[in-house]
């Protein structure tokens, strides 16, 4: 297991770490909540 940090799409922070198996290839997509936009927004693994 990786942990790989996920950022929001609408502001670009990075709110959230998650864990991932190391064999998956395809990027990971959450709704999750940010803070600083104040809604639940769609959040995507990053580097």
Known sequence: MA??????ESC???NYNV???NDERSRLALKKYCPK???HTL???TK
Not at 3 to 8: A, E, G, Q
């Open 19 to 21: 864990a991932k198996a």
């Open 37 to 39: 936009c104040n809604a």
């Open 3 to 8: 942990k790989v940090p996920l950022s929001c």
């Open 43 to 45: 959040h995507k693994e």
């Open 12 to 14: 670009g922070t990075r």
